[in-house]
């Protein structure tokens, strides 16, 4: 009866843990982030954009410790949802927002 009444709850416990969706670092806004990744919030997501678009996209989920309040436990916690590449989770608006601009004008390009 024990093993039943553990295998129901898991059971009824499986749409929560299925639930977040894997979402792309590198080109998602932040509140896609803050939506998807546990122990980010709204202020933290902020950050983790404001870097990526300062520093560049980042490498590995562990490149996220770069970024001031996240903390290597948050990282652990969410690795399996943590992409870099791919159509995942991804802002709303176009991915190239986060790419450095050419310094070239169209003016000076052959």
Not at 55 to 79: C, E, M, T, W, Y
């Amino acid at each position: 009866m024990r093993m039943f009444t553990s295998l129901f709850a898991l059971t009824l416990a499986m749409p929560v843990l299925c639930w977040a969706d894997a979402v792309n670092i590198n080109t998602a806004d932040a509140r896609t982030i803050a939506k998807e990744l546990k122990g980010i919030g709204v202020a933290r997501a902020q950050a983790i954009v404001a870097y990526r678009n300062e520093h560049g996209p980042f490498k590995s989920p562990d490149d996220l410790g770069l970024v001031k309040g996240i903390a290597q436990k948050v990282i652990d916690q969410n690795r399996a949802s943590i992409k870099l590449e791919g159509n995942t989770a991804a802002s709303k608006g176009p991915a190239s927002a986060s790419k450095p601009k050419s310094s070239l004008s169209a003016e000076t390009r052959p």
